[in-house]
């Protein structure tokens, strides 16, 4: 059984990765008090992201709540199509802000 140090929630959120003046949008498939898995939309611009590489990720709480938080890829994964390139990734979020704790425990 895979251990875990946070349970996951499982919700869909749209979401916004910026590295530099490159930005994915993207859905974050699911998260945890410290850590989300993020999927982007096929793009044309390809980066290659390395592990413990640092980017900020803005994205939209159901509450309608905007979030900026800063996180640093764990892991990277491409996918290849005609139509382009999409990214799969797991961050860790460094300092979570006090208003994504509070959106992590009112899903309890």
Not at 33 to 40: Q, V
Not at 76 to 89: E, I, N, R
Request: aromatic share 10%; glycine share 6%; charged share 30%.
């Amino acid at each position: 059984m895979e251990k875990r140090r946070h349970k996951r929630i499982f919700e869909n959120l749209d979401a916004e990765i910026i590295n530099g003046n490159i930005r994915y949008q993207g859905i974050i498939m699911n998260f945890s008090e410290d850590g989300l898995y993020m999927i982007t939309a096929t793009s044309n611009k390809v980066v290659e992201f390395g592990n413990k590489s640092q980017v900020k990720l803005k994205c939209r709480l159901p509450s309608g709540e905007e979030l900026t938080m800063k996180c640093e890829i764990k892991w990277f994964q491409t996918k290849s199509s005609p139509h382009g390139t999409s990214f799969s990734m797991g961050m860790e979020i460094i300092n979570p802000p006090s208003k994504y704790k509070k959106f992590i425990d009112s899903t309890d």
